[in-house]
């Protein structure tokens, strides 16, 4: 099976207005095993390229970044269209990456998005998608991985998915994301 990872760091954005201009905030929540330790916060440009800088910088300054052993997202873009870069994660943190989506996206729709013209970097954002290769299903979600393997991605999964199938750290990040957004959690992660 391989390492067992007990620290891990869950990141997802917070809902905000599709017409919006600015920065969208994202949460973070730190795990150790199924204790809950702390909460991250950052604000990530709607559309940006900066939600991988955003991210490394949070853990960086946190308390958190000798104990992080994993980093989950919610996702393989935050803030609509700025897509993260895991590459850069993984390389900067030393720390590998599981993207987890409950959904298989429609990858056909988001390189026409991407490639259309419309979106600020869509190319080079396509190609880090492109690059990180299609989402595998796994434990009822589908995930993207880099410095894991699918199997450590579906026991780290079965081990922290305690309240459905979304595991606790992108659950959690994902309830309080709403709750700074809405003042109050709503829907699913």
């Known amino acids: 099976m391989g ?15 599709r017409d919006a201009r600015g920065d969208v905030t994202i949460v973070g929540t730190v795990y150790a095993g199924l204790r809950f330790d702390g909460v991250l ?12 800088s955003r991210i490394i910088e949070r853990i960086e300054k946190s308390r958190f970044p000798e104990h992080i052993r994993l980093i989950m997202l919610g ?8 897509v993260i870069d895991v590459f850069e994660i993984y390389e900067r943190l030393c720390t590998p990456v599981l993207v987890v989506a409950r959904r298989k996206p429609d990858m056909d729709a988001i390189c026409r998005a991407l490639t ?10 396509w190609e880090l998608i492109r690059r990180l290769g299609p989402m595998a299903p796994v434990k009822n979600v589908f995930v993207q991985t880099i ?22 750290p992108l659950r959690t990040a994902h309830l309080i994301a709403g709750a700074l957004s809405c003042g109050h959690s709503r829907g699913r992660p």
């Open 3 to 17: 390492k067992r990872f007990s620290n891990v760091a869950g990141f997802d954005d917070a809902p905000f207005d």
């Open 41 to 52: 916060m950052a604000e990530v440009e709607k559309d940006g390229f900066n939600a991988a």
């Open 75 to 82: 996702g393989i873009a935050f803030a609509g269209f700025n």
């Open 116 to 125: 259309g013209g419309h979106i600020p970097h869509g190319p080079s954002k």
């Open 147 to 168: 410095g894991l393997s699918v199997e450590q991605a579906a026991a780290t999964i079965e081990r922290f998915s305690i309240h459905g199938n979304i595991p606790e």
